[in-house]
């Protein structure tokens, strides 16, 4: 009795640590995606990206009085007036847009750039040190950037901060993982990883939430402010109360003792050498196309909805669309990858990542040329298809690499798809210059969603090349959705 009673309270505590990193996770997202929601009304008082002409009615004038503040010229803007109800009213004004470049490059390279690079120092003290203060800390400094964000004044203000931000928040994934492995045991570890990854999802739909309705209320600075107090108070909770746990060596480790004798460059040769097979580069270039979607929509969905139906309020719908659509998504992906791998083999996922992409193209089109609320809509089936290429890809990865390196697979992979994909909203204001704000959008979102699975079908016979390959000369079965978290 004393013994399951004891199992009960480790197990209870166990879900109390994924109770913890589930709420790292979504503040993480949450405090990234926040400047995407509030962009306009920043750049209105610190003065930086576009200008453009801007409408300052409702919808009822807008649609009743035919106003389009989107194409007028400067020189006209301010003048433009519209007659409603025998009332004269100034329908638009010339204004700072929350776009541009140097919106792109906040939301781009200034963050992504110290992401990634930072993600690997902190991964590799992940294997070293005291991860929950390490976690904790990360989290605090975060936080805390995101609180002092409020406070900004100048653009370069903005910058400075961002690269702090991007630093910080590349300690979660890392560290989260690590404890949720040796926190549970093999055959629970994928439900954990399951839990804490529903975190993206979470932050994400809670930005559009506290950016409007918090923004619409108290101004953008409380948006800042209310996404960032918590964290601080998460941060001391996980220092005082999560107890580090002891490492458990995975079966590579313990099967394999010569891998730990490596020196560092041997390790960072094992590390990059499985990426110079043909089969993993057209794999990593098509995600990078498909990740390189998912950034620039992610910070550019806000700025559209506000270029075109101005009067309408995103948190209504994205405070719940991404946690629904994108988490049904990722457990769909997985579910039905598995169960094509076992009828027609490992390569049969490449299969489902071409169909997903384009079926979820459609509803992306539909998002950008239907009126509310029907581009509201059409975003649920292009969350739910689109994103089943999350869980999907990352098994073909570590099918297509030894069983000693997939886990530096991974790493790497994200690591090529984050620097390629993050900085593509920097193609953003040059399309934008050239064409228009939705014909840019319409190449960069759902035409990467046709240009990444154009690219997964050009990888299919690699793929299966390989896959020949490892089924005649490895002795150890290729691994499922499943036990990719079990390495």
Known sequence: MMAAGKDRKELFYSFYVLLLLLLAYLLNQLD???LAIVTKHMAQDIHYGDQGCISTVNKTVEDNAHVNCTDVKQQYCDNTTVTYNNETLHSCKWDYTGNGLQYQLLAGPVFIVFYTFSGIFLGYAADRTNRKNLLAGCIILWSATTVVTGFSKEYWHLVILRLILGAAEAGCTPFAASIITDYFAEDMRGFAIGIYNWGIYMGYSMSYAVGNFITDALGWQWAFYIAGMPGILLGII????LKEPERKKNKSEVQEHGLIQQTTSEKLVSMWKPFLKPALIMICIAGSIRNGAGYVWGYNTQLFFNTYYPDINTGNWF?????V???LGVAFGGFIS???VKRRGPSARVLILIASLLIA???AIGTLYLKPPLAFISQIPCYIFGEMWVGVTLAVVVELVPSSNRASAVAVYLFIIS???????????PLKDATNFRFALLLLYPGCYVAGALLFLASLPLVMREVKKAATGEKTPLLSTEDLTEE
């Open 419 to 429: 620097n390629i994909g993050g900085n593509m909203p920097l193609l953003v204001p």
């Open 338 to 340: 598995d169960r094509f």
């Open 319 to 323: 405070s719940w669309i991404p946690l």
């Open 32 to 34: 990234r995606y926040t």
């Open 238 to 241: 996980i220092f005082l109360t």
């Open 325 to 327: 659509g994108g988490s």
């Open 361 to 363: 193209a459609p509803f």
